[in-house]
């Protein structure tokens, strides 16, 4: 990874530059880049994403960065571009696991981070620095960034001139090109024609709307319709829209004063975005304009606008509670008109219709929809991403920002505008882009993925985590209780209990199969998972105990009734001497034999395919935990274990160590 290095001839290998993007690509959300050359690591944005539906309990999604712990003293520092969720939401939890020395960033996305920071703890760990449009920072001895004005349905956005020893890099961020900006800040096209004049290195792109035709329309083109609406209203105006959408609610705050309402906000993040926004001068408006939420139902409702979080669906949200009929201050009236002012993210989809679909149901009228022309994107349609094309004149190309095709339709795009298929790369998260004054080619890649939080945003859901909520949610859970012996024995009779499981089997053939797993254990795995040690009492490896059981019954569960429920097993261990249970009387034969010395890698596979050893007659019934009250102690004189068949040690056997998790 030095910038130069010597060739298998001995001759010194081309310097080059390394750009890994460890989030963004073939996905929305979670914008992360690295650029690298020599020691020195820039970072580019680290945003996070929305869990889909089958991230049970997950709050947010982060990139793996597993890559910048491994190399974080050669970060030098951090470049924000705006600040949309998507590009600042993960930095917060990133300084927890590494610092980052120093932070550039446009005033509004570094003021609503220090605020992310402060409640993570974690201002300590960096040090932030504001900009303005055409302010040159350094980075590190190899990066020079220039911060270049665009558009974007953000206020306050860069695209970014990165000048490295290979070339020029332009990195577009989100944008698109409005001419009739809401806050009168103009894209600095003069900037971008000028580096290409100069020579323009590789050209990343945004690609989020590659797909769509024409040129996006401008933020200002909803502010007609969203007037018809709100002026048109019988009671009570609602609108939901992105927080971060500043101009769109310095719009919808003009519209408030025109048609003489007073505007009540819920949502945190929409509180927050708007404090921040009017202390920085971003967003105007009369202190009088607003009334709190629990006083503006005072008011009448021809006089009244809530202006709230939740145009994703988002459970927690403001209008999702609404619509449940959750929120303590707002009941939906048939009256009410609700406005959609945005449109689905990717992945959103069922769960804003399923908001709109409640809102309805309560008698409201819902307005939402591309048709009704009160949303606009803040990302450019083909013929922005061309004229980016045409200004920057590119060598080299790679799209970025978007899912998999739309990153193959901006790449015919690029095509259409000149650049050779040759000059550009299509890339995915970890992949590396390695840059010379004259090639571009993947190196090796990184360790690119996901990482799940909680709502905490502090735990991590792994894979294991999340398989077994998906499990949960799919067959349910059963939990049974085993009492056995340090002698190997089982003390009393297992006790089940079933939460989600839907089976035709009753509750004491479920007992019986689970007693007769424990029972195969016990005979013919415990030499293994126990060892005398020379004290009183041997060591055993309870969890090992714990986790046969486990595995026995869900093999049995998926043959004998096609469910695959989450199973867990406590084991309760008893003093040695502790009298045996018999058994159920009425137990079928188990045929099983006890299985000779192999690899425990084929265990599972010979369980199901060896036939079952006879068990002796056992007696009293065992019953499900849920039904039957605890075993009375058998008063008869201890029963002896069933004599064990010696195996011998398998040869590579780990010894676990003794577990207290009983």
Not at 84 to 113: C, Q, T, W
Not at 297 to 302: A, F, G, I, K, N
């Amino acid at each position: 990874m030095t910038s130069q290095t010597p060739g298998r001839n001995g001759a010194a290998k081309q310097p080059h530059l390394r750009v890994i993007p460890l989030g963004g690509l073939h996905e929305i959300g979670k914008n992360t880049c690295v650029f690298e050359y020599g020691d020195d690591i820039m970072l580019v944005d680290a945003g996070l994403a929305f869990p889909s539906d089958g991230m049970h309990g997950v709050n947010v999604v982060m990139p793996d960065t597993s890559y910048l712990k491994e190399n974080q003293k050669r970060i030098r520092g951090m470049i924000v571009t705006h600040g949309h969720e998507d590009h600042i939401g993960g930095i917060s939890h990133h300084l927890k696991n590494f610092n980052i020395p120093v932070i550039y960033g446009p005033r509004l996305a570094m003021s609503m981070l220090q605020g992310k920071m402060e409640e993570a703890g974690v201002t300590d760990r960096t040090t932030i620095q504001t900009v303005g449009p055409r302010d040159v920072v350094k980075v590190g001895q190899h990066f020079s960034v220039e911060f270049i004005r665009n558009t974007h349905s953000m206020a306050d956005s860069f695209s970014l001139a990165i000048t490295t020893p290979v070339g020029t890099i332009i990195f577009t961020g989100d944008f698109k090109f409005d001419h009739t900006p809401v806050d009168g800040e103009y894209f600095d096209m003069a900037r971008l024609a000028h580096h290409g004049e100069q020579g323009v290195l590789c050209l990343f792109s945004d690609s989020t709307n590659a797909e769509v035709p024409g040129f996006c329309p401008p933020e200002r083109s909803v502010f007609p319709a969203l007037d018809r609406h709100i002026a048109q209203a019988e009671g009570r105006v609602i609108i939901t829209t992105f927080a971060s959408s500043i101009h769109r609610v310095a719009m919808i705050l003009e519209l408030a004063m025109k048609n003489g309402r007073k505007v009540g906000l819920l949502g945190r993040s929409m509180l927050n975005v708007i404090a921040k926004a009017r202390e920085l001068g971003y967003m105007r408006a009369p202190d009088d304009l607003f009334v709190p939420i629990k006083q503006i139902r005072d008011l009448p409702d021809r006089e009244t606008l809530l202006l709230m979080t939740g145009s994703q669906g988002e459970p927690l949200a403001a209008l999702s509670r609404i619509s449940r009929g959750e929120h303590p201050q707002v009941q939906v009236k048939s009256s009410d008109t609700i406005i959609f002012s945005a449109s689905p993210i990717p992945g959103n989809t069922i769960s804003v219709v399923n908001t709109i679909d409640r809102l309805m149901m309560l008698g409201a009228k819902v307005v939402y929809g591309k048709g009704e022309g009160i949303h606009v994107s803040g990302h450019g349609f083909q013929e922005d991403q061309k004229l980016m094309l045409a200004l920057t004149r590119p060598k080299f190309f790679v799209p970025v920002h978007g899912e998999h095709r739309m990153l193959v339709c901006h790449s015919k795009t690029a095509q259409s505008m000149g650049v050779p298929a040759d000059n550009m790369l299509i890339i995915d998260n970890g992949d590396v882009v390695e840059l010379t004054a004259d090639s571009i080619k993947k190196g090796e890649p990184v360790k690119a993925g996901i990482e799940l939080l909680d709502a905490s945003r502090n735990g991590i859901v792994d894979a294991r985590v999340l398989k077994e909520r998906q499990q949960l949610a799919d067959d349910g859970v059963i939990t049974m209780l085993a009492v056995i012996s340090t002698d190997g024995v089982m003390a009393a009779p297992p006790r089940v209990n079933l939460r989600g499981v839907v089976t035709a089997a009753d509750p004491r053939k479920l007992s019986l199969w689970t007693e007769r797993e424990i029972t195969w254990v016990l005979e013919n795995r415990w030499q293994q998972l126990s060892r005398n040690t020379g004290g009183k009492a041997p060591e055993v490896d309870w969890m090992g105990v714990q986790r046969e059981i486990e595995v026995g019954l869900q093999r049995r569960l998926r043959r004998e009734l096609q469910v695959e429920p989450l199973i867990i097993c406590l084991v309760q261990p008893a003093p040695g001497g502790t009298p045996a249970y018999k058994g159920r009387a009425d137990a079928e034969p188990d045929t099983r034999p006890a299985p000779r010395g192999r690899r425990d890698g084929n265990r599972d596979r010979d369980r199901d395919r060896t036939p079952r050893r006879e068990l002796a007659p056992v007696g009293a019934a065992a019953s499900v935990a849920s039904a039957a009250p605890a075993p009375e102690p058998v008063k008869a004189a201890p029963v002896a274990a069933a004599p064990k068949v010696e195996e011998p040690e398998i040869a590579g056997r780990t010894r676990r160590r003794r577990s207290a998790a009983s």
